[in-house]
């Protein structure tokens, strides 16, 4: 991708990735993604904010080249997973004279993952200052998004916060800002709710910190520009908020249809109730877009039938991806069938200790539901209403 120009002096010199289709070799990437780095030239010194994946370096060279830069003071390394930091050796090499300026844990990573020498570094503390002569990078602290080590850049003197993965989107876009907030706030979301929905408390902390900043554009490491901040502020405080939706989310597999019978009919009672419902069929679905729906659901009830004695593996999955991404999910249960016996529930109760959730009464049927296994799930619909309505969502 070219330069493109945020502020004078100021450059977007990152790559757009727009084959790129997995992440971290787990997280569906359908609109691409994007790498992006910052050049800021002050009056006496350079510095490069982040790199790019190495599989773009060359990207990242020729607009350094293009940019006619021939020397680069500080490399500001605000997070040390390889799609931003990949690429720092190869702008060691290129300018031999710069510096890494990071956090001390960063540090230790990027030695580890990069072998990049101690010498090569400068360490800020929380709020340290470096001046560029008529430009002022303040470091921020802002751990947990999605690693420990995370932090992010607030220049001075043009209100931007450069923020690495923090507000960032998985979409490849050849629009340096935010010109459709729709799309960004549903790539945003699903970011948010792949990597940093376990840490909701620490991000609560983090926008506690940056509030009282005359922000004024979030430059991300990932996805466009966003010149009207508020907007990806006010997506982020609610989806750390406390706030949950009139919404059941239902992972679900089905091997003979017994199961699949039951989603469907359990779907239809939820929506004569007046409940938004969510399915997902995990033998097709994209985990970004289940991980997403989670974000603010009040509710999910997992869906399986019984194989080898236990859940489906789908199913297993499924919870324990809800497990480890921590949703703010305030209500559970188990839909299924089953042959002749299992311990499906119990297992699927047992994947999900990480949820503060209430777990509902399951409804587990054996065979092809029958007309009190309908009736089950109209009391188990009648109880998440209950629930709901407890909760004033509806
Ligand atoms: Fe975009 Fe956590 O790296």
Request: hydrophobic share 40%.
């Amino acid at each position: 991708m070219p330069f493109r120009e945020l502020r004078s002096g100021i450059y977007s010199v990152g790559a757009i990735d727009w084959d790129r289709r997995l992440f971290d070799e787990l997280i569906p990437l359908p609109d691409g993604t994007s790498y992006n780095a910052y050049l800021i030239k002050g009056s006496e010194k350079t510095a490069l904010l982040d790199t790019v994946d190495p599989a773009k370096d060359h990207e990242l060279v020729s607009n350094l080249e293009k940019l006619g830069i021939k020397s680069i003071d500080f490399i500001i390394a605000h997070h040390a997973e390889q799609d931003h930091s990949g690429t720092i050796p190869l702008i060691l090499k290129m300018y031999p004279n710069a510096k890494v300026v990071t956090n001390p844990k960063c540090k230790v990573m990027l030695m580890d993952l990069l072998q990049i020498p101690d010498e090569k570094f400068i360490t800020v503390v929380d709020g340290e200052m470096i001046s560029l002569g008529d430009k002022t990078l303040e470091f921020l602290y802002t751990p947990w998004v999605h690693w420990p080590e995370t932090m992010s850049t607030y220049l001075k003197e043009e209100g931007i916060l450069f923020s690495c993965d923090f507000f960032g989107s998985h979409l490849a876009t050849s629009d340096l800002w935010v010109t459709d907030q729709p799309r960004v706030y549903e790539s945003a979301k699903r970011y948010y709710a792949e990597i940093m929905m376990p840490f909701r408390a620490a991000i609560k902390k983090n926008l506690e910190k940056i509030k009282d900043l005359d922000i004024k554009m979030i430059a991300p490491s990932h996805g466009p520009v966003y010149d009207e901040p508020q907007f990806i502020l006010d997506a982020y405080k609610d989806w750390i908020s406390d706030q949950v939706k009139n919404e059941v989310v239902i992972p679900y597999v089905s091997m003979h249809d017994s199961t699949r019978r039951m989603v469907d009919y359990f779907v239809h009672a939820l929506m004569e109730r007046g409940i938004t419902v969510k399915p997902f069929n995990l033998t097709k679905t994209d985990i970004g877009e289940l991980a997403k729906a989670l974000v603010d659901t009040a509710t999910v009830v997992i869906a399986s039938p019984t194989v080898l004695a236990g859940p489906h593996p789908a199913a297993v999955y499924a919870a324990y991806l809800a497990n480890a991404l921590r949703p703010k999910t305030k209500f559970a249960s188990v839909i299924g069938s089953y042959g002749w016996g299992g311990k499906t529930v119990e297992m699927i109760k047992g994947s999900l200790s990480n949820l503060n959730v209430e777990l509902l009464e399951p409804v587990m049927v054996k065979g092809y539901p029958k007309e009190e296994d309908f009736k089950a799930l109209d009391r188990l619909a009648d109880g998440i209403l209950e629930k709901h309505r407890g909760l004033k969502l509806i």
